[in-house]
């Protein structure tokens, strides 16, 4: 990641684990997983991003409905807001709306 944040140009998309293709069995679970658990699980991977790229180049994503066969929608974005917690207002922003505003030109 650290060798690809050098190429200002990209941005990351940070989701899409909760879809059948993620590698997790969280479709296949009869409990399905907590956001508690889904933050802890997924802070390293998303941290890392975010460590490299800022706030500024990375947004957080959702594939639902494809994601509805792990876990419902709050489920899926809970635990990006755990995540971000201990983040600025500005760093939340960005990742929640702003990056996804400035990159897509909505």
């Keep these: 990641m650290a060798s690809l944040a050098e190429f200002p140009n990209i941005v990351v998309k940070l989701g899409g684990v ?3 293709r993620s ?4 479709h296949q679970r009869q409990i399905k997983a907590s ?7 997924l802070r390293p991977y998303f941290e890392v991003c975010i460590d490299n790229f800022s706030a500024e180049r990375c947004l957080f994503e959702s594939n639902f409905p494809v994601e509805k066969a792990a876990n419902s929608y709050v489920i899926l974005w809970n635990p990006y807001k755990r995540i971000t ?4 207002v500005s760093e939340r922003a960005a990742l929640f709306y702003g990056t ?7």
């Excluded at 590698?23 to 969280?26: A, I, M, T, V």
């Excluded at 956001?35 to 699980?41: D, R």
């Excluded at 917690?85 to 600025?88: I, L, N, P, T, V």
């Design 35 to 41: 956001s508690a658990e889904l933050a802890e699980i």
């Design 85 to 88: 917690k201990s983040y600025s």
């Design 18 to 20: 909760g879809s059948v």
């Design 23 to 26: 590698g997790y069995d969280w």
């Design 100 to 106: 996804a505003a400035r990159v897509y030109r909505i």
